[in-house]
């Protein structure tokens, strides 16, 4: 292997890294606030690049219906109360008319894209009103078999919504740069431009603004936000949503790279997965620098050999499990 | 016994009279059933879970596939060869999680049920996705034939007896610990991530059974049936059978399985698309049997069985005790913070042995902490504690209970499904030796009726002979206090540590409590105890040691401490000017 | 002088076991309201029990309307706050950020003076400003209090609630807390104030109730409770002594 090969390996796995960094953001978001494990987060970024193709080839995309499906089941849940049912209801008949129309003129390409990640995200706090908050109060373990039966859920429907083919959506830019011996792709520059301004938008949004305290607080000390009158549910459906958006975005991001097909997400979604449990399911700089470096290494294995890229990946777990295990000092109580 | 013959003569009653079509199926049933069981013991009983079971018999199928066609070894040599693989590489697997709590195995199978699928279909010699086939028969039993039913059917049913016998013993008492009592089981000296690691191993060795005859019945082995996605619906179907009990496991493999025959047909010509749907189907189904019936489908088919009423033999021979009477215990310079918090300030005293000591204060003295340092919850930021002159601080808490300590707890920590002769059993876990194989070989039944006879002696010994099979949790509080104690003296201590013992209790229990701790105070036991109710502590300690703010304020006979200003001043303030 | 909490009939429990058995009690505007009573009593309890942290049964009418079916949130947005023994607090964010946290509830209904607020509560607790940027976890006991009680400020509550605000505090700071209750008070806020450390409590209140084994046993002017040799027997047991 020379240096330019080298060198070209990095760039990618620091590209799909970048994209695995933003997927390991939205897991230990939604962890920290719902103590859910976030399973089903490579199937948003599978729906997210499929409904864009869609789009594209100017269909009015299936997840849009199944997003006012599952809008009017949670409203059905929550009949009692209006705001509820004008919460529900209220975004997805927005996101309808706009998709609609968008769909019928052809609209700019960023603009679909934009609709694409609103639908993605939009269906994921759906997702928690059916299956996660009826369950608010069950063990850890029983909240990641449900996360996990969402998965099979949602890859089913994503067969019956978008057909077994695999779709590619455009790149963000074509233009490329040479620097030095390397040539540096512009959608290389665009995932990495969009991860440290998600980063920044988060860490901005987490620190400066009342939501975000708010979100940090019901993660830090549940009873202790309850009774600063912050409403776990609202947390955990805003946590959600905003999972399923980075998770869209990161679809928008790879598809352009790698095709997509209805059951791609899970194993790009597993990826940002260990790079969380490396961080302990608690830290996010510790996740995003494992994200950036399962994404080199997934990049050199596959060079390698392409065969047991995904095991050798998986295998960086192992040295961060017993990591935990010597920190771990007593028994911890599920 | 009588259950057992019935339900070999419904099998052999099946293989004979039914179609080929339902031997093949129920011969599936029963290949599910194997991995299902270990599942059940793992998920439902042991608290954890596994996505990974199909990569264990995966293991199970390629390693007899591989032997017999390259090798040419006959298929019953290749079983404890495909069982030792399967254990040996859950034991890594559990080995690395072990500590941790519950979700890290969890993740980790995920990762573990992944790989295994790609090495399987990438590893020379495994003959790619296409995998192996001509896979030799099992002498006399032809693929999916009837004997072969039957002998299925027999290997469920020894797989049931095997776990059923474990649960009913020393380790299986533990096993059911892990679920709720991790923290309460550690302190009655139980290694609970041994424990663990044990009940993961046997759940690998149960699927690479089920791994081995898959590949001599079908004669064909290739990655898919062995994905993640399969070891997922494994525990799928242990959920909508029912995880809690060891029924569920044959009953949810029989419903998916005949379901998922049906659905096969149905689903895509409904939905206008090929493709395996049944999946979705079976996740939705365990999204709502998980919302709204948590047990399954089992209480839904069979009534609930109330607790086993085990008969004590009261002529088994006492178990080993400890040489010697009670030691004491000293603190000496303690000290523990929180953060800024400092909870614990360079604390000292001496429970003499043999003696009662309490330890009183008001509320946030620090003397839960103080407990929690002694009992190896916690370790102290600098200090010692020794006890007959031997260091205990620092030490995690199975290791604490095993030099002599038994304690109880603020917040009762019994597990209120089971019996309270079963509860107290736990305490004199580490007072025998029979592993989980001879518990399954029923080979530790002399040492079982022992265990269970000194565990009701100690119920006696509260006063609570006549509940002795029932639920703990259906107790009074005061009672669950007393089978808390009896759980503690099971452990055969030299020192007791109880923390708010009278909490909860009427006045003729406490008497009568306070006539128990003098009697283990006469038999040489150590006893420290903090509480609250002055009347009872007054009357019954040797020795009081008030804290307040961290720090000791007071130390000496009751008459003594109560006579000390500083020490009305600390339980009723001092007045605000 | 008008009821401002009156909770009457009040049970609760955890699992099977009932703690309270029927509690009333009632705290008037302006003043200062303690429950007292040996530890085991039920006080906590009690306070979970009206704040809704855990099921009840019985009516609670605050300002005059019953708020029985209320979630938490919504009694924090009605005015209701409680600061719990534990304090609850962020222990991995700011001193400043858990203040502002404390101003969530008003912010959701429009309120903007998050600055005003904050300089009012660093006026109370000066320490507080000194320690704003320090993470809420490395503060001592003390301050824990102090941040405790600043951040149920900033919701501006009709009803402060405190769960053993002396708990494992040295006198020093005790008096000093107790002296800001009393300030707050005389600005006008209701407080009730559960205490174990019942003659500082008496001390500070106006009327006092004691509970014993879940249930009111005896309520009255905190001066005529002082002096009631029943209490001190509750908390040094000299009855069968």
């Known amino acids: 292997m020379d240096v330019t090969i080298a ?47 869609s789009m594209l080839a100017g269909h009015v995309p299936a997840t849009l219906w199944l997003l006012d ?72 373990l029983t909240l990641l078999v449900v996360a996990m039966a969402v998965h099979f859920v949602m890859v089913g429907l994503g067969l019956v919504l978008f057909g077994p083919e695999t779709q590619r959506t455009p790149a963000f830019s074509n233009a490329s740069f040479t620097w030095g011996e390397v040539d540096i792709s512009g959608h290389s520059l665009w995932v990495a431009g969009c991860c440290v301004v998600l980063v920044a938008a988060l860490w901005w949004m987490f620190h400066a603004t009342m939501l975000g305290r708010a979100l940090r607080a019901s993660a830090s000390n549940p009873m202790g936000a309850r009774l600063m009158g912050i409403e776990g549910d609202r947390m955990a459906a805003i946590a959600f949503a905003m ?10 991001l790879i598809a352009p790279i790698t095709p997509i097909a209805y059951d791609s997400g899970f194993l790009i979604g597993l990826k940002g997965f260990i790079a969380a449990v490396i961080g302990g399911l608690a830290s996010y700089p510790v996740a995003a620098v494992a994200a950036l470096v399962v994404g080199v290494v997934e990049a050199f294995a596959s060079f390698w050999n392409s065969a047991y890229a995904a095991a050798i990946v998986f295998a960086l777990l192992i040295p961060a499990l017993l990591w935990l295990s010597v920190r771990t000092r007593s028994i911890e109580e599920p | ?53 199909a990569a264990f018999a995966g293991i199970g199928a390629y390693t007899t596939a591989l032997l017999t066609l390259s090798f040419g070894w006959s298929p019953w040599l290749t079983l404890p060869v495909a069982l030792a693989l399967a254990g040996v590489a859950a034991l890594l697997i559990g080995v690395v999680t072990m500590r941790l709590s519950g979700h890290y195995l969890a993740l980790a199978t995920i990762a573990w049920g992944t790989s295994a699928y790609v090495l399987m279909g990438t590893l020379p010699g495994l003959g790619g996705f296409n995998g192996l086939v001509d896979v030799p028969a099992l002498p006399g039993l032809r693929g999916a034939s009837r004997m072969m039913l039957v002998f299925v059917g027999v290997l469920v049913l020894a797989a049931l007896v095997l776990v059923g016998n474990l649960l009913d013993s020393r380790q299986g008492r533990a096993i059911r610990a892990l679920a709720t009592g991790r923290l309460m089981a550690e302190s009655m000296g139980v290694n609970t991530g041994l424990v663990s690691l044990g009940i993961f191993v046997i759940a690998a060795l149960f ?237 530790d039944r002399a040492e079982e009726r022992a265990l269970l006879a000194e565990a009701s002696r100690q119920v006696a010994r509260v006063g609570l002979s006549e509940l002795l099979h029932s639920p703990a949790g259906d107790l009074a509080l005061g009672q669950q206090r007393m089978v808390e104690i009896a759980r503690a003296l099971c452990l055969d201590p030299v020192l ?67 006579a000390d200003p500083k020490v009305m001043d600390a339980y009723l303030g001092g007045v605000v000017a | 002088m008008t009821a401002l909490l009156e909770v009457t009939g009040l049970r609760a429990g955890y699992g099977r076991a009932e703690v ?63 600061v719990p023994e534990t304090r609850a607090l962020f222990t991995d964010m700011r001193v400043e950020e858990n203040l502002l946290l404390g101003f969530y509830r008003s912010f959701r209904q429009g309120a903007r003076d998050q600055d005003a607020r904050l300089a009012q509560v660093f006026a109370i607790f000066p320490r507080l400003q000194e320690r704003r940027r ?26 402060l609630m405190l769960d053993e605000p002396s708990l494992g505090l040295a006198p020093l700071i005790v008096r000093d807390i107790f002296a800001v209750l009393d300030r707050l008070r005389k600005g006008g806020l209701s407080i009730l104030l559960v205490e174990q450390n019942a003659r500082a409590a008496l001390a500070l209140a106006d009327h006092g109730m004691v509970l014993e084994m879940g249930a009111v046993v005896a309520t009255g002017a905190s001066a005529a409770l002082s002096a009631d040799p029943r209490v001190l027997e509750t908390y040094l047991g000299q009855r069968h002594g």
């Open chain 3, 20 to 82: 309270l058995h029927g509690i009333e009690l009632m705290v008037a505007e302006g003043e200062i309201a303690t429950l007292i009573g040996p530890n085991g009593a039920g006080k906590t309890t009690t306070l979970q029990a009206i704040m809704r942290l855990i099921p009840s049964q019985g009516n609670v009418r605050f300002q005059g309307v019953d708020v029985g079916g209320l979630s938490t949130e919504e009694l924090v947005a009605r005015g209701l706050a409680l």
């Open chain 3, 134 to 159: 320090q993470l809420a976890g490395t503060l001592s006991g003390g301050e824990r209090q102090m941040l405790a009680l600043g951040r149920a400020l900033m919701g501006r509550p009709a009803l």
């Open chain 2, 207 to 443: 699927a690479g059974l089920s791994g081995w005859l898959y590949a001599h019945v079908q004669g064909v082995v290739n990655p898919s049936p062995f994905n993640l996605g399969a070891g997922i619906e494994y525990l799928f179907m242990v959920i909508i059978g029912g995880a809690g009990s060891l029924a569920g496991a044959v009953f949810g493999a029989g419903v998916v399985l005949v379901l998922r025959d049906q659905l096969n047909d149905w689903l895509p010509r409904l939905l206008g698309q090929p493709g395996n749907f049944e999946g979705m189907v079976f996740a939705a189904a365990v999204i709502l049997a998980l919302q709204n019936m948590p047990q399954g489908l089992v209480p839904l088919l069979l009534r609930r069985r109330r607790l086993v009423e085990t008969r004590i033999d009261v002529n088994a021979p006492a178990l080993p005790s400890r040489e010697g009477a009670g030691a004491a215990l000293k603190v000496s310079g303690v000290t523990r913070r929180f953060g800024g918090l400092l909870a614990n300030d360079a604390v000292s005293f001496t429970a003499q042995a043999g003696a009662i000591t309490a330890l009183i204060g008001p509320n946030g003295a620090g003397k839960s902490t103080m407990f929690n340092l002694i009992g190896g919850l916690l370790a102290p930021n600098s200090g010692e504690i020794s006890l007959g002159g031997v260091r205990i601080d620092g030490l995690p808490s199975r290791r604490v209970a095993r030099a002599g300590v038994a304690r109880n707890f603020q917040h009762v920590r019994l597990l209120a499904e089971r019996s309270v002769l079963e509860n107290v059993a736990l305490g004199a876990h580490r007072r025998g030796r029979a592993g989980m194989i001879s518990a399954m070989l029923r080979l």
């Open chain 1, 69 to 140: 499906v599952c809008a009017v089941a949670s409203a059905l849940l929550q009949w009692r109360s209006w705001r509820g049912v004008s919460w529900a209801l209220g975004p997805a008949l927005l996101i309808t008319l706009a998709t609609l129309v968008a769909v019928r003129l052809g609209a700019w390409v960023w603009l679909q894209g934009a609709l694409a990640v609103g639908i993605t995200a939009l269906l994921a706090p759906m997702v928690y009103r059916l299956a996660f908050r009826p369950l608010r109060h069950a063990s850890l």
């Open chain 2, 1 to 53: 016994m009588r259950a057992l013959a019935l339900a070999l003569a419904a099998v052999i009653a099946a293989a004979l009279l039914l179609p080929a079509f339902y031997v093949t199926l129920m011969i599936n049933v029963g290949l599910a059933s194997l991995v299902g069981v270990g599942l059940v013991l793992l998920t439902g009983i042991g608290g954890q879970t596994s996505f990974g079971q």
């Open chain 1, 243 to 252: 999972a399923g958006g980075i998770a869209a975005l990161a679809g928008l």
């Open chain 2, 496 to 562: 007791l540590l109880l923390d708010e013992p009278a909490a909860g209790l009427r006045l003729a229990e406490k008497q009568q409590l306070a006539g128990l701790l003098r009697s283990l105070r006469a038999s040489g036991i150590t006893v420290l105890l903090v509480e609250h109710d002055m009347d009872f502590v007054m009357g019954l300690a040797d020795h009081v040691v008030v804290m307040e703010y961290g720090r000791v304020i007071s130390a000496g006979s009751p008459s003594v401490v109560q």
């Open chain 1, 7 to 53: 060198e070209l390996l990095l760039q990618d796995g620091l590209t799909t890294g970048a994209i695995y960094l933003l997927l390991a953001i939205g897991l230990l978001l939604v962890f920290l606030v719902t103590r859910v494990i976030f399973i089903p987060q490579g199937d948003f970024v599978a729906y997210g690049a499929l409904t864009l193709a």
